[in-house]
Nanobody, 115 residues
Framework: QAHLVESGGGLVQPGGSLRLSCAAS????????VGWFRQAPGKEREGVSS???????YYADSVKGRFTISRDNAKNTVYLQMNNLLPEDTAVYYC?????????WGQGTQVTVSS
C-alpha cells in the first residue's frame, strides 16, 4: 500500500532554513509527480511546489526564489529546501502523489517561523 511520510519540520527564526523530506513506500516515486502543500491555521490548503517524473518543477509565487524542490529516486524521496523563511510560511506541510489507485497524502510536518 502506498505510504508517504514527511519529516524535517520544526521551529526556525525568520531568515532561517529547513529541509523537508517526503519518503515514499509501497510504490516507486520515479514515475509520478509529487507535490508539496501547506495549510496554515484558519486557511485553506495551498499548493507550494511540485516536481514531475522528468524533474520539471513548479513553485507558487509566494515561495519562488526561496524554496527548491528536488527528488532522489534512489532514496524514493522528494525534498523541499526552504530558505529565507518568513513568518507567513508557518503551516503544516504535506506531500502528495496521485497514483492510479488514488491520491495519497502524508501526515504532515509542522513548520513554525517565529522569533
Amino acid at each position: 500500500q502506498a505510504h508517504l511520510v514527511e519529516s524535517g519540520g520544526g521551529l526556525v527564526q525568520p531568515g532561517g532554513s529547513l529541509r523537508l523530506s517526503c519518503a515514499a513506500s509501497g510504490f516507486s516515486l520515479d514515475y509520478f509527480t509529487v507535490g508539496w502543500f501547506r495549510q496554515a491555521p484558519g486557511k485553506e490548503r495551498e499548493g507550494v511546489s511540485s516536481v514531475s517524473s522528468d524533474s520539471n518543477t513548479y513553485y507558487a509565487d509566494s515561495v519562488k526564489g526561496r524554496f527548491t524542490i528536488s527528488r532522489d529516486n534512489a532514496k524514493n524521496t522528494v525534498y523541499l529546501q526552504m530558505n529565507n523563511l518568513l513568518p507567513e510560511d508557518t503551516a503544516v506541510y504535506y506531500c502528495n502523489v496521485k497514483l492510479r489507485s488514488g491520491i495519497y497524502w502524508g501526515q504532515g510536518t509542522q513548520v513554525t517561523v517565529s522569533s
